[in-house]
């Protein structure tokens, strides 16, 4: 059994920062990517950061600059430190994992349960 569990969502003004962590516990082989994902009312789930094993980060246009991605391997781990905050980044936030749960099973993807995000203007 593998768990996601985020934590650092909450309500912020509008030029605020945040962080996000997420921490993945269970029956784990490796992680592969890591990353954050949003989804606002009305809208779809989208890429907000993603970081790879070997800590090669990506980001969506619309938080280059802002929100910086990183990750503890030991303690399989991953934040975003979000900065500058607008209210368009208002959104549920969800952490995702690429997780090997043993050295004969594939790679598959795990999401957490998500943490709101709201900022105020």
């Known amino acids: 059994q593998v768990q996601l569990v985020e934590s650092g969502g909450g309500l912020v003004q509008a030029g605020g920062s945040l962080t996000l962590s997420c921490a993945a516990s269970?029956?784990?082989?490796?992680?592969?990517?890591m990353g954050w994902y949003r989804q606002a009312p009305g809208k779809q789930r989208e890429l907000v950061a993603i970081?790879?094993?070997?800590?090669?980060?990506s980001y969506a246009d619309s938080v280059k600059g802002r929100f910086t991605i990183s990750r503890d391997n030991a303690k399989n781990t991953v934040n975003l430190q979000m900065n500058s905050l607008k209210p368009d980044d208002t959104a549920v936030y969800y952490c995702?994992?690429?997780?090997?749960?043993?050295?004969?099973?594939?790679?598959?993807?795990?999401w957490g349960q998500g943490t709101q995000v709201t900022v105020s203007s």
């Open positions: 269970g029956s784990i082989f490796s992680i592969n990517a």
């Open positions: 970081i790879t094993g070997g800590s090669s980060t």
């Open positions: 995702y994992a690429a997780i090997q749960i043993t050295r004969t099973t594939k790679t598959r993807g795990f």
